[in-house]
């Protein structure tokens, strides 16, 4: 298939972690197609390295969403760990991990975050690592005494709201059995099961009713500076 990435936008409006190339669908649903098409900015980030094989599937299956914005790939080391300090010694500690996000968030300045459930889904440790590394870089990244090379690069800045998956409190029920403006009748579900089909590698280890599992339109407000969600069904909302 033809891509033709545009380079990354200098500020997006949803960023969305993700710690493997296929969480982004698992675990997220329809929430990049959605937002592409309702005009967002949508940056996706990477934690992990995966194969060469698995980062020609993540761009075919962000491409399958429309999405048309490079997405980062950190280069974290992927692998089953024991425990959530294990994961993050493989990444070369928390404070570093911490770090490289709080620069993507100052950097690219998403409006909203968004990223895996603080019990790591079914536990994978990684997953653990990432939501605990997020939600510390969201709150670190409007503090320009922390990481002060950083902020004194892109300047400090405070996203509006933080998602985290399966989080209890202020949780948001995203609707992505409604049909994407633009694709040609799909709904959001059919085109994250359409992504997850470019994952061709993952097939073998793992169905897309994963996410249903551990429901992948379901999320919990876990910080915000803009009030408590009212709707609680779209994850922009009081924000323009």
Not at 49 to 74: D, M, Q
Not at 125 to 139: G, L, M, N, P, T
Not at 150 to 161: D, M, P, R
Not at 171 to 194: H, I, S
Request: proline share 3%; with cysteine.
């Amino acid at each position: 298939m033809v891509q033709k990435w545009h380079e990354t936008s200098e500020k997006w409006d949803l960023m969305l972690v993700s710690t493997h190339q296929d969480d982004e669908i698992l675990f997220f649903g329809g929430a990049v197609p959605w937002y592409t098409a309702m005009g967002r900015e949508v940056g996706v980030v990477y934690m992990t390295k995966c194969s060469h094989i698995r980062y020609k599937e993540a761009l075919r299956g962000l491409w399958s969403c429309g999405l048309t914005n490079y997405p980062v790939f950190l280069g974290l080391r992927d692998g089953h760990m024991e425990s959530r300090k294990a994961a993050f010694e493989s990444w070369g500690g928390e404070d570093r991990v911490v770090s490289m996000l709080v620069e993507q968030i100052r950097r690219y300045k998403p409006e909203v975050v968004i990223t895996h459930d603080f019990k790591g889904e079914y536990g994978h440790k990684q997953h653990i690592a990432a939501a605990y590394a997020v939600s510390r870089a969201v709150e670190a990244a409007a503090d320009p005494a922390q990481f002060p090379d950083s902020a004194e690069k892109w300047g400090a800045w405070q996203a509006k709201k933080l998602y985290i998956h399966l989080w209890k409190e202020g949780q948001v029920k995203l609707d992505w059995n409604e049909e994407v403006p633009g694709f040609d009748g799909f709904t959001g579900m059919q085109l994250a099961r359409r992504a997850f089909d470019k994952h061709r590698s993952q097939q073998r280890f793992v169905r897309f009713n994963l996410g249903y599992k551990y429901p992948n339109w379901l999320f919990g407000l876990y910080s915000t500076s803009v009030g408590p969600d009212e709707t609680r069904s779209d994850l922009f909302e009081h924000i323009y």
